[in-house]
């Protein structure tokens, strides 16, 4: 795909399977748009399958963009995901919104 | 090893864990109290399960966790398991290999048979306790403890996840003890870059509002608390005094008690102490703080130790790469010996020093690397009491089963070729050679039969033996048969021990009637043909209303032995060492009884083969000719050649099909100056010596 530096955002749709075992390829993907994007935007509407690794990827890429100074923003979480997080103590909103930069309206 | 296909790894896996699963099922029987075997059969299960369901097994995932559940009230120890229910189990166990290995081959109906069956057997003994019990697992009396619950942290090991366990369900678990307050703790979260997607970073710090048992929240982590770090402290409510259990456990703690990282174990003696020491209790207050008590993790740190001992103990290694290993260490032995010859015919004398210095590397260069291939032949072992338990059953003989030597090591691939043969040695010791219930009784044994299978070291060769204690071999009735077969003239002269050899004959059976387990006649002489293959011999005795011993020697490798290089006329040849007894000088004396070819060694009469003969031979033999003299086990053959050149460190290089029919050689090698000797089969020359021998004897007779 073509690299395009003025690109304001770059939007990455997360696939329905975001769990252990395919969560290799989710990390690639990650990474992948992290070299290419300074402003990472995710889109988390299509996960289906989340578990521990989810999460702990979805945080590690927050924080690492947090460290690099380039904005990543987690938008429409899936009710999977959702279920995922609140069953891994993520309870409340204002939890959720402490560990994961997010924005509502999705836009 | 990132290109191994994930599945294998899994099959590979489950594997061995079925043979835990089925050894401490098996163990179960004998010792129905032994809570360490539950505990390990319901752990192999329940990784089963859950790395099942990760590699998309999802049959194996759900039978297995039906098979847990049943299973479930043997584990809480409501009922006993029984003779009938591990037969059950040991099903279900074959059902969940089928689908592992060849779901093709597996239907449903069957599944839920076992199932049935299974849940049969855990429900019919007595009503169904409310499994809830647990759950709502009665609260310490309060004039015990003020306790109002547990504060939890959970560490678990990186590779937790990609064992299938899953962090978030155990929380759940958890969650139905009481209400639970849980904090994911993100501080170990690491950058993308440093990141293994697969390793779980959490950690979680968790309230749990419910004044349960201990024992309940270790049922919760059973199956994964090798693996994680679990801190329990109780939790007081905030009016009650300070609490003095914890201060108890700073004196308890150095002691490892509990099996558990659980430093609380002492919670119900601690009231008994919290008198006298009360007027210390201001001082133990800031200690107790479950947050800040730093003893707690005494325990798991430990744990860790003890884990990180064993996990660098051993590695795991393909079993190709091995054999690569050893195929380029014998392509040094064989370039050193060309070295080695260099460096004699030269007089440079300090090639003649890295010379020697190699021969001694290469030298412990294969000893370890075929110590690397060692595997102990209990591996092999375990596999044989299912097969003794099946069969014990299917015939109604109860056999007692008995290894010893399980630590005995062996090359993994004689192991492997080893595991048929001794099936049928079992399966002959089972069905002909224990009598039934009532015969025993009849010669005043015990009712119970009793099968032996030993390994032990015996030079260099290792010796196993199948003992069993039945009736022994009916030595009349196989004499008749081979006379029957017209293998022997009726009324020749035989020992006992000749007369047995004939049980290894092809198609040889002395079973009236031929049962599933045995008397096809296919067997003995296949395991012979398969013992003789790795270059190992086999031997019978017997005793007869005693039982019978058979005995399997076999080299310690396949790959390299000791040799006896020799020459006969121009071809040169190996003899391998260890079979080689002694070496004499062929005498005018015997040299003169050209017709009869014995030798006269020491009083005894030992048979000889000319070589020369042998392999024709062209021009005149050599003035002195040598006689070696081979064994395989009592039999003993002189072997005539020109001259003995000395030992040699042979790489045996097997023979191509095209020489598959060529029986007096087992295979070839490469000597130091480039050209090949062919390695000589002792126990064809033996066999060969015996019978011409026999013709001999055939013909004074006629």
């Not at chain 2, 010796?463 to 077969?485: C, P, Y």
Request: net charge negative.
């Amino acid at each position: 795909m073509a690299l395009n530096p003025t690109e304001p955002k770059w939007s990455l749709r997360l696939p329905a399977d975001c769990s252990i075992a395919a969560i290799r390829s989710v990390y690639d993907l990650i990474r992948e748009a992290f070299g290419r994007q300074e402003r990472l935007e995710i889109d988390c509407s299509s996960v289906d399958k989340a578990d521990v690794t989810s999460i702990q990827l979805l945080l590690s890429t927050a924080r690492t963009g947090e460290a690099q100074g380039r904005p990543v923003v987690l938008t429409s979480f899936s009710q999977s995901l959702r279920n995922t997080l609140r069953r891994a103590g993520f309870a409340s909103e204002a939890m959720i919104d402490q560990h994961f930069p997010q924005k509502k309206d999705g836009t | 090893m990132s290109a191994t296909d994930p599945t294998e790894v899994f099959r590979q896996e489950a594997s061995e864990l079925f043979e835990v699963l089925e050894g401490a099922l098996l163990d179960l029987g004998l010792r129905p109290d032994d809570r360490e075997l539950v505990d390990s059969a319901f752990r192999a299960l329940h990784t089963i399960k859950g790395s099942g369901a990760m590699f998309g097994f999802d049959k194996v995932a759900s039978f297995t966790h039906e098979f847990e559940t049943a299973f479930d009230r043997v584990r809480k120890g409501e009922i006993k398991p029984t003779q009938e229910l591990i037969s059950v189990a040991l099903a279900a166990k074959d059902y969940i290999r089928a689908l592992i290995e060849d779901p093709q081959s597996t239907d449903d109906i069957i599944g839920e048979a076992i199932l049935d069956d299974l849940k049969r057997f855990v429900s019919s003994d007595q009503p169904v306790v409310p499994v809830a019990e647990i759950a709502e697992a009665p609260p310490v009396a309060p004039a015990e403890s003020k306790q109002a619950g547990w504060h939890l942290y959970l560490e678990f090991e990186s590779h937790i996840l990609r064992n299938g366990s899953n962090p978030l369900d155990l929380l759940e678990d958890l969650c139905k003890l009481g209400p639970c307050f849980v904090v994911p703790i993100t501080d170990g979260i690491p950058f993308l870059d440093e990141m293994e997607p697969e390793d779980c970073y959490l950690k979680w710090d968790v309230k749990l509002h419910a004044a349960c048992d201990k024992d309940a929240i270790d049922d919760v982590f059973m199956f994964v608390q090798d693996e994680m770090k679990l801190t329990l402290s109780p939790l007081q409510e905030v009016e009650a005094p300070a609490p003095v259990p914890l201060f108890q456990l700073h004196d308890e703690e150095p002691a490892p008690v509990a099996e558990m990282p659980a430093p609380v174990a002492a919670a119900a003696a601690a009231p008994v102490v919290a008198q006298p020491i009360a007027s210390a209790e201001a001082k133990s207050e800031p200690k107790s703080d479950p947050k800040s008590d730093p003893k707690p993790d005494a325990a798991p740190v430990r744990r860790e130790e003890a884990k990180q001992d064993r996990g660098i103990a051993t590695v795991r290694v393909q079993a190709e790469r091995l054999d690569e290993l050893m195929d380029r260490v014998g392509e040094l032995v064989i370039a050193q010996a060309r070295l080695t010859q260099l460096a004699s015919a030269g007089s440079d004398l300090s090639i003649k020093m890295i010379a020697e210095e190699i021969e001694r590397l290469a030298s412990s260069l294969r000893d370890t690397t075929m110590g690397a291939r060692m595997v102990p032949i209990g591996s092999l072992f375990g596999r044989f009491r299912r097969l003794v338990h099946d069969l014990s059953r299917d015939l109604s003989k109860p056999v007692e089963f008995v290894t010893s030597g399980e630590d005995t090591e062996l090359d993994k691939t004689m192991i492997e070729c080893l595991a048929d043969p001794l099936v049928h040695l079992i399966r002959n010791a089972i069905d002909h050679g224990i009598e039934d219930t009532a015969a025993r009784a009849a010669n005043g044994k015990t009712e119970q039969g009793r099968i032996e299978l030993a390994a032990v070291h015996s030079g260099a060769q290792v010796l196993v033996t199948v003992k069993d204690n039945g009736g022994g071999l009916n030595t009349a009735r196989i004499r008749a048969k081979a006379e029957e077969q017209g293998l022997i003239a009726a009324g020749a002269v035989l020992t006992d021990h000749e007369i047995h050899q004939f049980l290894f004959h092809p198609g040889f059976s002395t079973a009236q009637t031929i049962s599933a387990l045995s008397g096809r006649g296919v067997g003995m002489d296949v395991v012979k043909r398969t013992i003789e293959n790795m270059r190992g011999s086999i031997d019978l005795s017997t005793r007869p209303g005693q039982g019978t011993t058979v005995t399997l020697r076999l080299p310690l490798t396949l790959a390299i032995i000791e040799g006896l290089l020799i020459r006969v006329g121009e071809g040169r040849y190996i003899i391998p060492l260890s079979a080689v007894e002694e070496c004499v000088e062929l005498t005018a004396e015997d040299e003169r009884s050209r017709g009869r070819n014995f030798l006269n060694v020491r009083g005894n009469l030992v048979p000889f083969l000319r070589l020369r003969e042998i392999m024709s031979s062209s021009g005149s033999p050599d003035r002195h000719q040598k006689t070696i003299i081979i064994s395989t086990g009592e039999t003993r053959v002189g072997l005539v050649a020109d001259q003995i050149i000395g030992n040699h460190q042979t790489v045996i290089k097997s023979l191509s099909k095209l020489h598959s029919d060529v029986t007096i050689f087992s295979g070839a090698t490469i000597l130091g100056d480039g050209t090949a000797a062919l390695i000589l089969d002792v126990a064809q020359l033996v066999t060969l010596a015996q019978s011409k021998v026999e013709k001999q004897h055939i013909s004074e007779a006629a």
